[in-house]
């Protein structure tokens, strides 16, 4: 157990760098990565700013940590689409992913993905959910097809740039399986 001081009284947490994470999220999903220092990530886990040093270097490996942990959790969430449909359930997951969690996303393919060269665990989160998507659509140019479709559309119903009555029967409606090559 790690001991910390976040005032005259000892501090005791059991995964601080799970804690950080847990409050950096909050931050994100509330207010974007702008939101979020690692200053206000260690006073929202209760700890001291030289605590959160001591996990993450900066801003920016904090949001990486962060991002990965998002990236499995899309990842999951479209490979449970994947098994229960082909490339179409898989797309309808990936919007809806992002529509729930809106802040998640946005961190996730932000410019923090441009840097991804130097989070190297960032990058191998990332290529593993495209190689997912590349493996069911049966080629990389499929891929790309499919992600440049269902993440413009994303993007369009997070800006709000559609204005859908029904943004569930707008996803079932053109997100769909691609049609079978004679």
């Given amino acids: 157990m790690l001991t910390l001081s976040t005032s005259n009284r000892p501090y005791h947490h059991g995964d601080l760098r799970a804690a950080l994470l847990d409050a950096a999220d909050a931050l994100v999903e509330k207010g974007g990565d702008g939101a979020l220092s690692l200053r206000e990530a260690a006073r929202a886990a209760g700890v001291s700013a030289t605590a959160a040093y001591r996990h993450f270097a900066d801003k920016e490996a904090l949001l990486a940590a962060l991002a990965v942990r998002h990236f499995r959790d899309f990842g999951a969430a479209l ?104």
Avoid: C, K, N
């Fill in 79 to 182: 490979a449970d689409a994947g098994a229960q449909g082909g490339l179409g359930a898989r797309g309808r997951a990936y919007v809806r992913f992002a529509l729930a969690r809106p802040g998640r996303f946005r961190l996730m393919f932000g410019g923090l993905l441009a840097r991804a060269e130097a989070h190297p665990e960032l990058r191998a989160a990332s290529r593993a959910t495209f190689d997912a998507l590349s493996g069911v659509a049966g080629s990389e140019d499929g891929a790309l097809r499919a992600w440049a479709f269902v993440h413009g559309l994303t993007h369009l119903l997070l800006d709000g740039a559609l204005h859908e009555a029904d943004t569930e029967a707008l996803i079932a409606r053109l997100v769909i399986d691609p049609p079978a090559r004679a």
